[in-house]
Structure formats: C-alpha cells, structure tokens
C-alpha cells in the first residue's frame, strides 16, 4: 500500500536522488543532467516554502510531488518516481493527490512544464496542452509541453 505523507526536511536528499535518477532514466546525456541539476535540487528550505508530499512503499520513499504559487492557479512543479517504480501506478497515486491538494488549497487550476516524455501520462490524467516552452540546448530547440488542468469541472 503506498501511503502519502508531507517531506519532511530530512527527506531533501533523498528526493534529489528520486529527481535525478527518474530524469536520467529517459536517457538523456550526462551534461544535460548536469545542467538540469539545480532545477532538480530540493532543498530543505524548498520544502519549507511549499507543497511537497512523498510516496512512501514498504517504509522507502519512491517518489514526490510538489506545489508552487498561489490560488487560483498553482503549477505542478515536481513530480517524479524512483525509476524502479515506474508504472506501478505511484505517479498516478501522486498526480491525484496534487489534484486534490490544490483544490484543497482553493486553486481552479493546475498548471504543469511537462518532460515531454511524460506528457502522455499527464494527458492520460486529464491535463490539456495550452502551449510549449521553447529554449535552447546544444545548440537546438528543445520544446517543453505546457499543460492545464482545470479543476472547476
């Protein structure tokens, strides 16, 4: 049974791992993950600041989400799976989660920057695309997938 629960500050490492281990597990190239390493750093401090809340599987933490902004729209801004446990129905426990929790919290939406090897998930969970980020890597456009979900319906 997964159980959910708020991180803890103590639990900011350990969910650096998750953050790093599940992006590398799309196989990107090492500088890539070495760029993105900052984004994917929680620190104590971030936890403190926002909604952060871990899956925890027989006593082991195997993936987090987190909240950011405030009301009406908050963004989806973590949400990650120790790659091991990928498609055993954790994100989905988590990504419904969120959604509650937002609603909780009085947001109408919940906006997230999809990896776009996850956008297919989000979408499968009910969230639209509204838009793309764009920026530049190695020299070539790399288009982010930006997504919606209303939470009025």
């Given at each position: 049974m997964i159980e959910i629960k708020p991180a803890r500050v103590e639990?900011?490492?350990r969910l650096t791992a998750i953050a790093m281990a599940a992006k590398a597990h799309w196989g990107y190239p090492k500088h890539w993950l070495e760029r993105w390493e900052p984004s994917l750093t929680i620190y104590p401090e971030y936890i403190r600041a926002n909604q952060v809340v871990t899956a925890i599987?027989?006593?082991?933490l195997v993936g987090f989400y987190s909240l950011i902004g405030t009301p009406p729209r908050l963004e989806l801004d973590?949400?990650?799976v120790y790659p091991s446990f990928i498609g055993k129905g954790i994100g989905k426990v988590l990504y419904t989660d969120a959604v509650k929790r937002a609603v909780e919290l009085g947001a109408q939406e919940l906006q997230i920057e999809s990896d776009p090897h996850a956008?297919?998930?989000?979408?499968h969970m009910g969230a639209r695309r509204i838009g793309e980020y764009?920026?530049?890597l190695d020299g070539e456009?790399?288009?982010?997938?930006?997504?919606l979900?209303?939470?009025?319906e």
């Open positions: 639990d900011a490492p599987l027989n006593q082991s973590q949400l990650w956008e297919g998930f989000y979408l764009v920026y530049e456009p790399r288009v982010l997938p930006k997504l979900v209303s939470l009025l």
